[in-house]
């Protein structure tokens, strides 16, 4: 039942999310009486057919054949996502499939309950399809999982098997994380769209986290239109804004950007130039400063929301054994510091950035680093997390060599309907746009 993709000669282009809307296939799924078990066995079919070369799964889930049997069967209600085949960061709990954080450390123990995110969605008719690659403990060390859409470079992390399994085709919608830049960068890597819920926003209860002050849930989804779509659904939001007025151009400081990203800013700035009045952001002591307490919370917090890892320091890799150390020289003045300046960042924000005006800049500082040994850095998304801000992920365009580029849109939580009308601009006019480096 799902549509190939097609490039522009009008050749399929497997292994890359359907073109067709998410809202069309969940149309097509419910008029037809066994449209969730297809759905389900089309999906099957695309892992068998790519998981080999992506590693993007770490367990698959038997239930899900009956769960899309119980959909088809069960149509006293028109849900939004009924069948849609989801896939589950292994950080978040599914009932009866352990919760393994990409780590030796956890028991393996089936979770005796979903995740409440999870939950939302099997009530809104998904279908949990299986587990998915995580870096450890979210963290920076990589797992397995290739890019599909870029072979020989990282997806990015730590939701890392969540991104891939949605830019090979394998499911159009999964669940993921971020607490430093989790789900933005590989969004960006991997050319699908993602959105950072705004911190607070959704229950994280049955979700291994590091950073409780940091920690947000995120969906990935093909397209922005898709993602706003299972957004819709999942926050029941029914407000929709225009993209017009005035928004902040953010370059960033933060780090050099690559030339090709430089190209694709330029392209942004002229397409949201012709709507409305693009005004630089100029920020850069608030955001240089949360870039810098970014880090501090995080690994402060980390070493007290883990202590069963801390106990077992010895057994986990460089970069985590490091947060931990880092974590506990830490003092709890430091860290009450940190909060102080970010919530006086928070308060200076609503005196530069008017009511419904957004953000937009770079996802990342360019396309996916060569080789699986490292994520890349998170530095772009540090100051925004540490703000709790919503954020979505704008896929389409790539370089000259064809790896993905994706900008960021980001707004003040309430105000999500207008990053989404700024992000279907900028996706539907950077669709297939390639850049000149």
């Given at each position: 039942m799902v549509q190939q993709p097609v490039d522009d000669a009008g050749e399929l282009r497997p292994g890359a999310p359907s073109r067709t809307p998410l809202r069309d296939l969940v149309a097509e799924a419910y008029a037809s009486?066994?449209?969730?078990?297809?759905?389900?066995?089309?999906t099957e079919d695309a892992i068998g057919a790519r998981e080999a070369a992506v590693h993007a799964?770490?367990?698959?889930?038997d239930a899900a054949t009956a769960d899309a049997a119980a959909r088809d069967e069960d149509r006293a209600e028109e849900l939004p996502l009924f069948g849609v085949?989801?896939?589950?960061k292994d950080i978040i709990d599914v009932a009866g499939l352990p919760t393994r954080c990409g780590s030796t450390i956890p028991d393996g123990a089936p979770a005796a309950e979903s995740a409440a995110c999870v939950r939302r969605l099997e009530a809104l008719g998904a279908v949990v399809v299986g587990k998915t690659?995580?870096?450890?403990?979210?963290?920076f060390a990589p797992g397995p999982t290739e890019n599909p859409a870029a072979p020989g470079h990282t997806p990015g992390g730590s939701s890392s098997g969540s991104a891939a399994a949605v830019a090979a085709g394998m499911v159009p919608l999964a669940l993921g994380s971020q607490t430093a830049g989790s789900l933005t960068r590989p969004a960006s890597y991997c050319g699908v769209a993602g959105m950072v819920l705004a911190h607070g926003a959704a229950d994280l209860a049955g979700i291994t986290g590091l950073s409780p002050s940091l920690d947000s849930l995120g969906l990935l989804a093909g397209s922005v239109d898709d993602l706003e779509y299972a957004w819709r659904a999942f926050s029941g939001e029914q407000r929709v804004a225009r993209a017009r007025g005035a928004l902040g151009w953010w370059g960033s400081d933060l780090d050099t950007l690559d030339p090709a990203m430089r190209d694709l800013?330029?392209?942004a700035r002229g397409i949201l130039g012709a709507e409305m009045l693009v005004e630089e952001f100029d920020w850069d002591d608030h955001v240089r400063t949360l870039a810098g307490d970014h880090p501090v919370i995080m690994s402060y917090e980390a070493v007290r929301e883990r202590p069963e890892v801390v106990a077992r320091s010895a057994e986990v890799s460089e970069p985590l054994a490091r947060l931990l150390s880092d974590g506990a020289e830490v003092s709890d003045a430091e860290h009450e510091a940190a909060l102080f300046r970010r919530d006086r960042?928070?308060?200076?924000?609503d005196a530069v950035l008017p009511t419904g005006q957004v953000i937009v800049g770079p996802a990342a500082v360019g396309p996916a680093p060569r080789g699986l040994q490292a994520?890349?850095?998170?530095i772009l998304s540090r100051p925004w997390q540490a703000l709790g801000l919503p954020v979505v992920t704008v896929p389409g365009a790539r370089n000259a060599a064809g790896l993905p580029l994706g900008l960021q849109v980001i707004g003040r939580p309430g105000e999500e309907a207008e990053i989404y009308a700024v992000a279907r601009l900028l996706g539907d006019q950077l669709a297939d746009f390639r850049t000149s480096n």
């Open positions: 009486g066994t449209g969730a078990r297809d759905w389900l066995r089309t799964w770490v367990v698959h889930r085949p989801l896939a589950v690659v995580t870096t450890e403990y979210a963290y800013m330029a392209r960042s928070r308060v200076e924000l994520t890349g850095s998170p």
